[in-house]
């Protein structure tokens, strides 16, 4: 395959961009000038918010895209229709500003999004001509916190409301115009396809496209350098470029001088990723291992952004606990815009019903636990997965999530939010009479039990660089020493195979196309021989493309326990000996809890502590085999927890 040699992907649309000549009266308040810095700051005239006004920015054309940006401000109410684009752009941390002209004045704008209006300026060609165009640093007074939190609020609705969006990208460097060819080339290939999985079409396509290494000339050689530097740049990491990129009604991406659709972009970059769970679904899958080995730098960047996108679709508006929730280790320079830069994507319905709301009046924990709380309430039991925990310092009540955690390591929920695995809760909603708040907002007051006790733990939280299966071995070993309360050897055999897997079974196909269903008795014993024969760490596993390696990664920051009823656990970095194994009703996973003030609990068949009211704190989520289905669950225990 000669990537070199693709053209480029695809044009801008060639009308529609809202080129209309400015009214010359106000042409002629825009000058040129060497004295830039001697004229007067440009200042925002405040918008009517009750016709929902936004300020867009007509950019005037300039044939060599040399001159200083200019343009002039106008307020459109979004009711009225008017025609614009949006800009989607990084806004960087280079604390160098350079001046622009509106509307006769200066205005400072970074160093990125300068780049991006002179790239424009130039597209827009004659000095007739205007671009209209919105664009956050420039149509929201930053400095107004009230009309930031309107605009804000107003996001969603922008975006969806412009004719398309651009997605600037940077100047072209380290071989983008390369990357973005070949990424395009795969998207469309991988879209011309048959509707579904396609699995052995994705491989006959990979296979063509794929020759082995060392088998072709340099120019054929995939660009592997490009597409990496490509996908590390800031743009696929930033919170508020998901709504950008999901809401218009189309993007275009541009980097340099080289244009893509994002959807097409999206799918090649997806397709890629693929690859691992690609290799063991089919004959022709499995004989690609060697031509993908070199791509392995490629599988192992984190395009958050993509994934965001891909999870979610064009346009799809979705309940903003799932949104906030698998839009996770994303970059924010303002905390609260973890959770303020995904409310465009959620109906205003909702966000209504939740009371919830950008105001950035409010500090970070606040946000966090108000939004927490509005979401427990609504009935989102699995957002406690995700609560950042007693083990997490303190800043926050335990049973809050903090939506700005951007840990590398930071363990992956085991609850998916795309399919319904577990029931160790029982049935139920979370509580019957709703959650209930307490404590001036710090305590979260739920139904459940205690239905264990955290007893002896097992080896040391595994982390990549540990040898898999050395890893394993130490887990069985420990489980058949200390795990007797299964009842036979071959259920315990069960419980050992199942637990490093979440018993979740690696999938490509199926009702969600990725991990949707429970494992089978020889899958899950399969999955254990082979890891476990494994004796390398878990990095370079991965790093060979191992499906099964990549599964187990979710033991990384867990530990595995014994409960006191001789069951095998794994929770969360940080649990002890006397931890509650609690769940709560309706709750799809058990918890380990911390009991606060001191108490005691007794064994009466089941474990249930003496009094009515627990007061804890919350470690974390986990995963103990025999209770996931609702075993431990007893409709009449009515125990309630405050968990602070």
């Given amino acids: 395959m000669d990537w070199v040699s693709l053209p480029n992907p695809t044009h801008l649309p060639a009308g529609g961009w809202g080129n209309e000549p400015v009214d010359a009266p106000r042409i002629n308040d825009i000058q040129q000038t060497e004295a830039i810095d001697e004229l007067p700051s440009f200042r925002h005239h405040p918008l009517d918010p009750q016709k929902d006004e936004i300020r867009i920015l007509h950019l005037r054309g300039s044939p060599n895209g040399n001159d200083i940006p200019t343009g002039i401000i106008r307020h459109a109410s979004l009711d009225s229709k008017p025609h614009y684009i949006a800009l989607s752009y990084v806004w960087g941390t280079a604390p160098e500003l350079l001046p622009i002209l509106i509307n006769g004045c200066r205005f400072p704008v970074g160093l990125n999004l300068y780049s991006a209006l002179e790239h424009l300026q130039q597209r827009a060609g004659s000095p007739s001509h205007f671009i209209g165009i919105w664009i956050d640093a420039i149509c929201i007074n930053q400095q107004d916190n009230s009309e930031k939190s309107h605009q804000v609020q107003m996001m969603g609705s922008i975006y969806s409301s412009s004719q398309f969006t651009l997605s600037w990208l940077g100047p072209q460097a380290d071989g983008s115009d390369l990357a973005i060819r070949a990424l395009d080339y795969i998207g469309e290939q991988c879209l011309a396809l048959p509707d579904g999985p396609a699995v052995e079409e994705r491989c006959q396509l990979f296979a063509r496209i794929l020759s082995p290494p060392n088998q072709h000339p340099p120019a054929c050689s995939f660009p592997v350098n490009p597409i990496v530097a490509l996908l590390r740049r800031p743009y696929f990491r930033r919170i508020w470029i998901v709504q950008e990129v999901i809401l218009p009604p189309a993007v275009f991406l541009i980097c340099g001088d080289i244009v893509t659709t994002f959807g097409a972009l999206a799918v090649g970059i997806t397709a890629l990723m693929e690859l691992p769970v690609l290799l063991s679904s089919s004959p022709t899958g499995r004989s690609l291992t060697t031509s993908v080995q070199p791509l ?72 966090f636990t108000q939004v927490s709380a509005a979401l427990l309430k609504q009935g989102n039991r699995y957002l406690l997965s995700a609560a950042c925990g007693a083990v997490a310092g303190g800043r926050m009540p335990s049973w809050v999530v903090d939506f700005s955690d951007e840990r590398e390591g930071k363990p992956v929920p085991i609850w998916n939010p795309r399919c319904k695995l577990y029931g160790a809760g029982g049935q139920g909603r979370l509580l019957s009479g709703g959650v209930e708040i307490e404590g001036e907002g710090s305590i979260l007051r739920v139904g459940g039990m205690v239905v264990d006790i955290v007893g002896e733990l097992g080896p040391p939280p595994f982390q990549e660089e540990d040898r898999v299966g050395a890893y394993l071995g130490v887990v069985e070993e420990f489980a058949r020493l200390s795990c007797n309360g299964y009842g036979s050897k071959e259920k315990l055999r069960d419980a050992i195979y199942r637990v490093p897997f979440f018993d979740m079974e690696v999938a490509l196909v199926g009702e969600t196309r990725r991990y949707n269903r429970r494992m089978g008795a020889k899958e899950a014993q399969g999955y254990f021989r082979q890891m476990r024969g494994l004796a390398e760490p878990l990095d370079v596993a991965i790093r060979r493309i191992s499906i099964h390696a990549a599964a187990i990664a979710g033991n990384v920051n867990r530990q595995a326990f014994a409960t006191e009823r001789g069951m095998l656990g794994l929770g969360l970095t940080g649990i002890k000996s006397g931890d509650l194994v609690c769940v709560f009703r309706g709750c799809d996973l058990p918890f380990v809890g911390r009991k606060v003030g001191g108490g005691t609990a007794r064994m009466t068949g089941k474990w249930i502590w003496k009094k009515q009211v ?27 927890f405050l968990i602070h």
Avoid at 321 to 347: C, I, N, P, Q, Y
Wanted: charged letters at 30%; one cysteine or more; hydrophobic letters at 40%.
């Fill in 296 to 367: 392995l730098p490629i599988l192992n960047c984190d395009p958050r952004l993509i994934q965001a996108a891909m999870h979610f679709g064009a346009g799809q508006r979705l309940p903003l606990g799932k949104r906030l929730l698998e839009v996770t280790r994303m970059r924010a320079t303002d905390e609260r815009d973890h959770v303020f830069g995904l409310l465009g994507l959620v109906s205003r319905s909702e966000l209504r019903e939740l009371n919830v709301k950008a105001d950035y009046g409010m500090e970070s924990k606040e946000v």
């Fill in 614 to 640: 627990v007061d804890c704190v919350l470690v974390g989520e986990a995963y103990v085999h025999g209770i996931m289905d609702g075993e431990g669950w007893d409709d009449g225990v009515k125990t309630e």
